[in-house]
């Protein structure tokens, strides 16, 4: 199974097709494809014919064919159940939350470092600017007092 296009779809051919039907689509596109006799590029043709006979040979054999369906399905059942959401994984059964969380970087840490040297520098700079103009820290606030 090479990425995401199955084999079904290489041959151009139904799940549920018949040996007959793989071979008649087999024989179809090595015509078409075969660095013989097409006007593709050599090596394009040759990936690609190599591709269809992969397709053709694994599910021609009913053995390898059954454990190909049985990954196609389990792949189509994981798909269902499991949604990727902001880096952690959502079982849609349940609704609960799978602990998946990737640890952070260095540049992630070093954003957060600033961030509070930033906001710890600000607050020292509030303090000492209102103990300079003469205010207290302890104020009551005028709305409190009438």
Request: glycine share 4%; net charge neutral.
């Given at each position: 199974m090479?990425?995401?296009?199955?084999y079904y779809?290489i041959l151009?051919?139904?799940?549920?097709?018949s040996?007959?039907?793989?071979?008649?689509?087999?024989?179809?596109l090595?015509?078409?494809?075969?660095p013989?006799t097409?006007?593709?590029?050599?090596?394009d043709a040759?990936s690609?014919?190599q591709?269809?006979?992969?397709?053709?040979?694994n599910?021609n054999n009913?053995?390898l064919r059954?454990?190909?369906?049985?990954k196609?399905?389990e792949?189509?059942?994981i798909k269902k159940n499991?949604n990727v959401l902001?880096?952690?994984?959502v079982?849609?059964n349940?609704?609960?939350?799978?602990?998946?969380?990737r640890?952070?970087?260095?540049?992630e840490?070093?954003?957060?470092f600033l961030?509070?040297?930033?906001i710890a520098?600000s607050?020292?700079?509030?303090?000492?600017?209102?103990s300079f103009?003469?205010k207290?820290?302890?104020t009551?606030?005028?709305w409190?007092?009438?």
């Open positions: 090479k990425g995401e296009i199955s779809k151009g051919v139904n799940e549920n097709a040996n007959h039907e793989l071979r008649k689509a087999f024989c179809k090595s015509i078409e494809l075969h013989d097409t006007s593709l590029d050599i090596d040759k690609k014919f591709e269809v006979l992969e397709a053709y040979e599910l009913s053995n059954k454990i190909y369906d049985n196609l399905k792949k189509a059942r499991i902001n880096n952690f994984i079982n849609s349940n609704q609960s939350l799978i602990e998946n969380r640890p952070f970087s260095n540049g840490l070093f954003s957060l961030l509070i040297l930033i520098i607050l020292i700079c509030s303090i000492l600017f209102a103009n003469g207290e820290l302890d009551i606030p005028i409190l007092t009438k």
